[in-house]
């Protein structure tokens, strides 16, 4: 979720307008896509099943 927000947070500074981001603006939509993709990625992948059958020694 962290990477969602801070992806967002870069998407939203390049698209500030020009005098913000300056030439810093294709960096920023890189970085903000890429944040968004992991963190959707990772709330996309399935979590472990938890093993209740394991015994404890």
């Not at 030439?23 to 938890?50: D, F, H, V, Y």
């Amino acid at each position: 979720m962290p990477s969602l927000l801070l992806g967002g947070a870069f998407l939203a500074a390049a698209a500030w307008g020009p005098e913000a981001a300056g030439s810093n603006r294709n960096l920023a939509l890189a970085i903000g896509g890429l944040l968004i993709g992991a963190g959707l990625l990772a709330q996309l992948m399935p979590e472990p099943t938890p093993e209740a059958d394991q015994e404890k020694p």
